[in-house]
């Protein structure tokens, strides 16, 4: 992997659970929602990565703790090197500060969001309807960039349309959202995440709420833009079908912790985790010849208020043992650029 553009390490996201009058009565201990605990990773430049996981597992917390959107509970997040939660919020040190040639808290904030942006999972929620599309596209222009001459502003917004596919641009500058089919709305999105020209891309599932029939138009797109600008680009979905398709790299998250990470490829033939191979075995296979044995989890997904001693897995795993309710399995090498939280995983070093 070449040189980390973004580096996750040891990140905690507590949320208070709200206490009742006759919590406080009965003197109730407070309760926390952890729906992040403990999660370390890194992404390298232009790497595709994808965040995997069942809903509730943590994925879209953690891509609103490195956008700073919300703040982390403990732990950090480094964005080229620098502290992401306090650049995020304006409150960089001089060296730092120096180092991205701003002044002021507003434009540390204001840096920050022209190299990291976000592209929403609904496009019909993401997209103001009052707004033309030359509108959305040119608002985030005009607010980091004052005074831009027309010329700039409509050659930035050309570009980011035209590289989404929405061509000729002037074609739909004057359109409104609601003119727009749903594939076409999304590329708005993704097309107003790149009019400032980010070196980072968090994308909320962004085929999720896409016919079957384009979201691999919209998959090959963001491939596409990975190769053509230098985009990183963190995917967060629940469905391995289309990361398989595109990412670099997989990163499986349950309950808030990361069980597996390695090369899509290598994951998803020949997973080591027990939650991976079951998520692999009941993902759709292009030819049913070759269809695997499902593995079917016992139970839900357990409370984040109150997650299981030892490995968080086992209430639900096949192959759990008693050692597993005492011991919670840390991520461990399993192979080149593979590492696995499992104490019974094939391929890692055991402590007997």
């Given amino acids: 992997m070449t040189k980390p553009i973004l580096e996750v390490k040891d990140l905690y996201k507590y949320f208070p659970v709200a206490h009742s009058m006759m919590d406080k009565i009965l003197r109730r201990p ?26 509730g597992s943590g994925k879209t917390t953690l891509s609103l703790n490195i956008l700073g959107l919300q703040s982390p509970t403990r732990g950090e997040a480094f964005f080229n090197d620098l502290p992401l939660g306090k650049w995020a919020v304006g409150k ?40 033309s599309i030359w509108e959305i596209m040119a608002e985030p222009l005009e ?22 596919g929405l061509t000729p641009a002037e074609h739909f500058w004057d359109r409104y959202p609601d003119e727009l089919s749903g594939g076409q709305r999304q590329r708005v999105v993704i097309a ?17 709420m896409l016919d079957v029939s384009i979201r691999a138009d919209i998959l090959t797109l963001l491939r596409t833009i990975r190769d053509v600008r230098g985009v990183t680009i963190l995917y967060t979905t629940h ?3 289309t990361a398989g398709y595109f990412t670099d790299r997989m990163i499986v998250m349950y309950l808030g912790r990361i069980v597996e990470e390695g090369p899509t490829i290598e994951v998803l033939t020949s ?4 939650y991976t191979q079951a998520l692999v075995s009941v993902a759709p296979a292009p ?10 989890l016992k139970g839900e997904l357990p409370n ?45 070093k055991r402590n007997e």
Avoid: W
Wanted: net charge positive; aromatic share 4%; glycine share 4%.
């Fill in 239 to 241: 469905d391995l079908a």
């Fill in 143 to 164: 607010i980091h960039f004052p005074g831009i001459r027309e010329d700039v502003k409509e050659r930035k917004v050309r570009s980011a349309l035209e590289d989404c």
């Fill in 287 to 296: 030819n049913p010849r070759k269809r695997k044995q499902r593995v079917i």
């Fill in 30 to 55: 407070h309760l926390e929602v952890k729906a992040l605990d403990g999660v370390s990773f890194s992404v390298g430049k232009a790497e595709i990565v994808a965040l995997v996981g069942e809903s």
């Fill in 192 to 208: 107003s995440a790149l009019v400032l020209e980010p070196d980072l891309l968090l994308a909320d599932e962004p085929v999720s």
């Fill in 271 to 274: 997973p080591k985790h027990p």
């Fill in 92 to 131: 960089l040190d001089q060296k730092d500060r120096r180092r991205i040639g701003v002044k002021s808290r507003r434009s540390q904030t204001l840096a920050f969001r022209r190299r990291a942006q976000m592209i929403f999972q609904d496009p019909y929620e993401s997209l103001n309807p009052r707004q």
């Fill in 304 to 348: 984040a208020v109150q997650i299981p001693s030892g490995c968080r897995f086992h209430p639900r795993c096949p192959i759990a043992q008693e050692r597993c309710k005492q011991e919670d399995p840390s991520l461990t090498d399993a192979g080149p650029n593979r590492r696995v939280a499992c104490l019974f995983a094939e391929g890692i």
